[in-house]
Structure formats: C-alpha cells, structure tokens
C-alpha cells in the first residue's frame, strides 16, 4: 500500500512555470513505477510522464521538450517540472504508483495499470 499526496498546483500565465510534487508514503517508493497523469473538465485523463525503477523516462508528444519528470528515491518524491506551460495545459495533474509492470515501455501510459492514485493538484495556465 502507498499514499501519494501531490502539490505545487497553482494559476500562472502562458510561458511560465510550475512544479509539481508528489509525496509518497511508505519505505517501498524506489521499487514503485510512477507517473503523472492529467484531466481536463470533459475530457478523458491521459497520461503526461512516466518513470521506471530505473528512471527510464517516458513522456507525452505534447509536452516532450517542456515537462521533465524525476524521482527523489531518498525523499519518497516524485516531481513534474514544467515549462513553457500552454493554456492548453490546464488541467487537475494526478500522481500515481505502481509495483507491478509487465513491460513500462508498452504499458507506463496506461492508467489501468496503476492501482494507486493521489487526489490531485489543480494546474491553470491562463493566456
């Protein structure tokens, strides 16, 4: 079992940046797959970036080149540095986690595959 709290969520113009965090709880996290995920209002949630045990790192074409996701493995910390942030990134930004994936290059962007979740953090990019 893991807990993820997320935060750094907030309201910034086109351009700027934000970054994300994600607290995990117990003394597992380095054995943990971690991604973050986002959902805007009517829309489905997708997934933005992920990271192996490794710290192989796979990221959305849309925010490839701009978002950077890296684990604190000391610190049970999951971060999503984002820059050049668009308008059309506004959504609620979710952490999650899990112990068990058969192949991360085929299924990190999959979010059937994580059982954990955190509650989220509100992101809004205004233009």
């Known amino acids: 079992q893991v807990q993820l709290v997320e935060s750094g969520g907030g309201s910034v113009q086109a351009g700027g940046s934000l970054r994300l965090s994600c607290i995990a709880s117990g003394s597992t996290f380095s054995t943990y797959f971690m991604a973050w995920f986002r959902q805007a209002p009517g829309q489905k949630r997708e997934a933005v970036a992920a990271?192996?045990?490794?710290?192989?790192?796979i990221y959305a074409d849309s925010v490839k080149g701009r978002f950077t996701i890296s684990r604190d493995n000391a610190e049970n910390t999951l971060n999503l540095q984002m820059n050049s942030l668009k308008p059309e990134d506004t959504a609620m930004y979710y952490c999650?986690?899990?112990?068990?994936?058969?192949?991360?290059?085929?299924?990190?962007?999959?979010?059937?595959?994580?059982?954990?979740w955190g509650q989220g953090t509100q992101v809004t990019v205004s233009s």
């Open positions: 990271i192996g045990r490794a710290g192989l790192t």
């Open positions: 999650a986690a899990d112990a068990l994936m058969p192949d991360f290059l085929r299924y990190g962007f999959d979010l059937t595959q994580y059982h954990y």
